[in-house]
């Protein structure tokens, strides 16, 4: 496994519609390994192919939830899917702060469909259909506008700059 380098604005590649996958190979698994490896050094959440310069339908996400005491509420899971597609969205929409590996220093308010249905394939070419709500539905429908070219700041209400953490000096 390695880690890749994760382009950011305005590389090109960030604006096309990524090519479905035919082919499950050994290059394939490759991919995916560097993507989940680069996903958790950068620190994220969510890792399309595009970010890393390879216009490919494939996605890594890993999300998992503790409350404010720290007991997990949702263990966290790996998701690697390929020519993923969301194919049912619920009718209620929630407004939350996304951030970008690709577009970094950068926060936007986007409004997403609460839950989501996603279709797709395992890493392995064996169909899936993942169920999401909440933050997790909001990363795969950040993944997936990736492989089609769009990213957060396109679709956000509001965009801002982060201010740097100015050091303490005593």
């Known amino acids: 496994m390695a880690i890749r380098e994760i382009v950011t604005v305005p590389h090109s590649v960030l604006r096309g519609k990524a090519r479905n996958i035919k082919k499950y190979g050994k290059d394939l698994q490759i991919l995916i ?4 490896e680069t996903m958790r050094l950068a620190p994220g959440v969510g890792l399309a192919a595009p970010q890393v310069n390879v216009s490919l339908r494939v996605i890594v996400v890993e999300y998992g939830e503790e ?3 720290g007991n997990t509420v949702i263990p ?8 993923p597609e969301i194919t049912r969205r619920s009718d209620q929409f929630e407004i939350g702060i996304e951030g970008c590996l690709s577009i970094p220093g950068y926060v936007g308010d986007v409004k997403r469909s609460e839950a989501v249905t996603v279709k ?6 064996q169909p899936m259909r993942i169920k999401s709500i909440g933050w997790l539905a909001r990363i795969f429908q950040h993944e997936i506008d990736h492989i089609n ?3 957060f700041t396109d679709i956000a209400e509001r965009v801002w700059q982060l201010e740097e953490e100015i050091p303490k000096v005593l």
Not at 33 to 36: T, Y
Request: hydrophobic share 30%.
């Open 33 to 36: 390994d560097d993507m989940i």
């Open 67 to 69: 409350d404010e005491e």
């Open 76 to 83: 966290t899971r790996l998701y690697s899917v390929i020519n």
């Open 120 to 125: 797709g394939y395992n890493r392995h070419g």
């Open 149 to 151: 070219g769009v990213l």
